[in-house]
Each structure stands twice: as structure tokens, then as C-alpha cells.
């Protein structure tokens, strides 16, 4: 699946892994991942801070690299093997390097991600957002005012691009699902301006 330039939303839909390769590398990732504290992972809405609905980690090519989200500072921690294979192949899909990754781990349809823009100031807007799905296929929707919404299925193995200008424009979110079960792990790679 490919959009090009719909209004501003410049993305593209990746089928890459296999169901055999998506189960090793869900073992993989959850051997070595190391997830932040729950109290460390709040975001700051209306005044308020709010748990996530989900599990969060940083990981870099840079022990110095810091990923700034909703008024929180993470220091990466180093890559591991499988995130290094998997920032090569986000290079090998989009030509671009990635120096940062956000690892969200969804334990079944209630966590979710409520609607936002990936523009902190720290990441460069002109190079794409990768994001990997593993695990249960979930819903992927776009919003712009005065815009319909657009929506989009990762499923396991997929692969998401999200080229620019798409951040400028479009809010997107991960809606709560009660009929989905499983663990999605979620890998979104960026390039963080040093």
C-alpha cells in the first residue's frame, strides 16, 4: 500500500516478514528489551500528567542521545542485536540512517496510543518515521480537521512508513480494540538531531 501525497499524508505499507521470522523476532525482542517504569511513562495532557497505556523503551546508536516526549527526557539505552538488524532494515527500505528507536510493547487491544503528532523538537522532520508491528494486528488512524479520517491495518510483520510532510498535517493514533487478545510490539525508528 502506497499514498502519496493524499492531502499532506505521505505514507507507505510494508508486507516484509513472514509468520515464522515475526515469532522469532517477538522472542528476540522480548529477551532483550528492557522496558521504562511505569512511573516514568506519563504523558502531559490538560494540565495533567497520565500514565501510558503501554510499555515503553528508548534505545540509540548513542549513549548521549535523549528522545524528548510530552514534557519527558529519555537517555537511550545501546542498541541490541535484533534492533540493529531491524534499523538496517529500515535503512535498506527508505535509504535512510536511524539513530534512535521508541519500542512500545501493547499487551492486548485495551492499551492504546491516543491521537498525536510525532513532532518533538529533537527529531529531524525531514527524514521519515519507521515503524515495525509484531504481534496482533491493530488499526492505525489518521486525523486532520476538516479532513476524513484515514484509516490503515498493521499487521504482524509489516512494515510502516510515514515520509514527511505527513507529521506536519496529520495527528494518528492507536484506538483501543476489546477484541484483540495478544501482545503488539511496535518499533518506531527516527533520526534524532544531535
Known amino acids: 500500500m502506497d499514498c502519496k501525497l493524499y492531502d499532506g499524508l ?16 517477538v522472542k528476540e525482542l522480548e529477551k532483550e528489551i528492557v522496558y521504562l517504569p511505569a512511573e516514568l511513562c506519563r504523558v502531559f495532557v490538560r494540565n495533567q500528567f ?4 503501554r510499555k ?3 534505545y540509540g546508536e548513542d549513549e548521549t542521545l535523549t528522545y524528548t516526549f510530552s514534557g519527558n527526557t ?4 545501546p542498541w541490541t542485536n535484533m534492533l540493529t ?26 492499551d492504546k496510543i491516543g491521537s498525536h503528532k510525532d513532532d518533538e523538537p529533537d527529531m529531524d522532520p ?16 489518521f486525523k486532520r480537521p476538516h ?6 491495518t498493521l499487521p504482524s510483520g509489516s512494515v510502516f512508513i510515514m515520509k514527511p510532510p505527513t507529521n506536519k498535517y496529520w495527528f494518528h493514533e492507536l484506538p483501543e480494540q476489546e477484541n484483540v487478545k495478544d501482545v503488539r510490539i511496535n518499533l518506531t525508528f527516527r533520526l534524532i538531531r544531535k
Open 56 to 58: 515503553m523503551a528508548v
Open 126 to 141: 525531514n527524514a521519515c518515521i519507521v515503524s515495525f508491528s509484531f504481534g496482533a494486528e491493530r488499526q492505525f488512524i
Open 85 to 110: 538488524f531491524l534499523r538496517n532494515v529500515a535503512f535498506e527500505l527508505t535509504g535512510e540512517w536511524y539513530n534512535l528507536v521508541v519500542v512500545n510493547r501493547y499487551k492486548d487491544g485495551y
Open 10 to 25: 505521505n505514507i507507505q505499507l510494508v508486507p516484509y516478514f513472514d509468520s515464522e521470522k515475526c515469532i522469532f523476532i
Open 50 to 53: 497520565y500514565n501510558v497505556a
Open 147 to 152: 479532513f476524513p479520517n484515514y484509516e490503515v
Open 74 to 77: 529519555y537517555r537511550a539505552k
